[in-house]
């Protein structure tokens, strides 16, 4: 006999239901989580570093897009008075203009901001020449003697591990991070698990940045095959795309088909095992919003957990939302020219 559509309709909530039970299974623990303070952030170490950061940090590259820059300096003190003291940023953010902004937030008051933040950019050559020219740009821009972490970033073709070694890149930062310039080093990429994983046995990092969110949960998913690996080093994994790829309208509202809400999305990346999660802060608004959701932060688990992951698996397991892992439209023009891609897009 056949199936009526009730029953065609209750057999696909069931395998939906049933499939997100079972993937939810499979997450690993929330990281350690610290109190907040009376006016803060909760904190979390960053891996074996000794450090403690704020689970949220302000982007870079948003911070760098506010066309008045006197309200971004704004946006970063009161960020740092807030508690978000995790500050991210890149050489090639914004042709240097996002790391020249911040570094004169920083500066300001005698540069009482700057012992308030924990720093970190990234440097995106492979050689050694345009390894140490690049983070002495850094240094200037950001106007500090060190960088807290040095990151080397977009790790995303499959020949950038054997780039970084080959060319002597991993070898200069590594003399720059001995002579105090940097305290602590890392990698960072988005577009697939396996080129993190040949990354990890090129050094012994102290962190690595990859995409956290509730669609990598379904596809091609660095949580589930990288933060093991990270784990076991000892390395602080820190989060970004938590919206899915930057995919975001107005409301804060996460992918098009509006799956999940930004609070969402970023509840769940929190309830990963990661150190800290970069997020977009391009107003004081949002700045409030991840503030507050930071501090109200309780890791998604049981029926709560499953249910949001079997509202977000039908549009989560083909890509849409997460083209950073297939397409090369979301590396930066820097990368793409490395690599003899056009630049353009």
């Known amino acids: ?11 696909r909530e069931f395998l939906q239901t049933g499939v997100a039970a079972t993937a939810a299974a499979t997450i690993a623990s929330p990281a350690t989580t610290d109190d907040a303070t009376s006016k803060g952030l909760p904190t979390r170490p960053l891996g074996k ?7 949220i940090a302000l982007g870079g590259w948003h911070i760098g897009d506010v ?7 704004t946006i970063m003190h009161t960020a740092l008075d807030e508690g978000m003291t995790f500050f991210d940023n890149c050489w090639d953010y914004h042709e240097g203009g996002a790391e020249t902004i ?11 901001w700057r012992k308030k933040c924990f720093l970190m950019t990234k440097v995106c050559a492979r050689d050694a020449k345009h390894v140490r020219s690049q983070i002495e740009d850094s240094l200037r821009r950001l106007q500090t003697d060190t960088i807290d972490l040095i990151q080397m970033h977009e790790v995303n073709w499959d020949n950038d591990p054997d780039w970084v ?13 001995k002579e105090g310039k940097a305290r602590f080093v890392g990698f960072t990429g ?10 990890m046995p090129v050094h012994t990092w102290q962190t690595v940045q990859m995409p956290i969110n509730l669609c990598d949960h379904f596809y091609r998913s660095f949580a589930a095959q990288v933060i093991p690996a990270a784990q076991k080093i000892g ?19 996460f992918i098009a088909a509006h799956v999940a809400t930004a609070e969402e999305c970023i509840r769940f990346a929190l309830s990963q095992p990661i150190s800290s999660l970069v997020t977009g802060i391009d107003s004081m608004e949002v700045l409030k919003q991840n503030l507050k959701i930071g501090r109200e932060y309780k ?47």
């Open 165 to 177: 070694v080959e060319q002597g890149g991993l070898a200069e930062l590594l003399k720059i991070q």
């Open 190 to 199: 988005h577009k697939s698990p396996h080129i993190h994983l040949k990354m």
């Open 299 to 345: 890791p998604y688990q049981g029926q709560e957990l499953e249910q949001l992951l079997a509202k977000v698996k039908p549009v989560a397991g083909d890509g849409r939302h997460e083209r950073f892992k297939s397409t090369i439209d979301f590396d930066g023009p820097y990368h793409r020219a490395q690599h003899g891609f056009d630049t353009a897009g």
């Open 67 to 73: 066309k008045d820059h006197q309200e971004a300096i």
């Open 235 to 253: 390395a602080g994994v820190i989060g970004m795309k938590s919206l899915g790829g930057g995919i975001k309208e107005k409301g804060g509202k």
């Open 49 to 55: 570093t000794g450090v403690h950061v704020s689970i």
């Open 102 to 112: 911040m570094g004169k937030a920083l500066a300001a008051d005698g540069g009482k």
């Open 1 to 11: 006999m056949n199936d009526t559509p009730d029953t065609d309709e209750t057999r």
